[in-house]
């Protein structure tokens, strides 16, 4: 069974950092692209960052873009997500999620339908 378990959620005060990681089991984590998305109470889940097969494809949001980066380690089946400059409206559960068997993209991989499983979210926390 795939698994994708997110850890490194807490509480920071504005303009600090954390990171995320991201567990991934069940599947051959190298050969897919993995995403992060957020989801305030109330809202739309959003996209938040990608990474390719590739090491060196990823895809940002522009709400995120220069202040978070996202990796991965294949040794270790783990995507992580880099988050520096923390803002309040950074505030939100996050979630990992597998993603498509390509190295690089044709649209930017934003739509919700295109990951096929999801973990449980990290609660991220900005206080002003």
């Known amino acids: 069974q795939v698994r994708l378990v997110e850890s490194g959620g807490g509480l920071v005060q504005a303009g600090g950092s954390l990171r995320l990681s991201c567990l991934a089991s069940?599947?051959?984590?190298?050969?897919?692209?993995m995403g992060w998305f957020r989801q305030a109470p109330g809202k739309e889940r959003e996209f938040v960052a990608a990474?390719?097969?590739?090491?060196?494809?990823?895809y940002y949001a522009d709400s995120v873009k220069g202040r978070f980066t996202i990796s991965r380690d294949n040794a270790k089946n783990t995507v992580y997500l880099q988050m520096d400059s923390l803002k309040p409206e950074d505030t939100a559960v996050y979630y990992c999620?597998?993603?498509?068997?390509?190295?690089?993209?044709?649209?930017?991989?934003?739509?919700?339908?295109?990951?096929?499983?999801w973990g449980q979210g990290t609660q991220v926390t900005v206080s002003s």
């Open positions: 069940g599947y051959t984590f190298s050969s897919y692209s």
């Open positions: 999620a597998k993603g498509q068997q390509i190295m690089a993209w044709a649209t930017a991989p934003k739509r919700k339908d295109e990951y096929d499983y």
């Open positions: 990474i390719s097969r590739s090491t060196v494809g990823t």
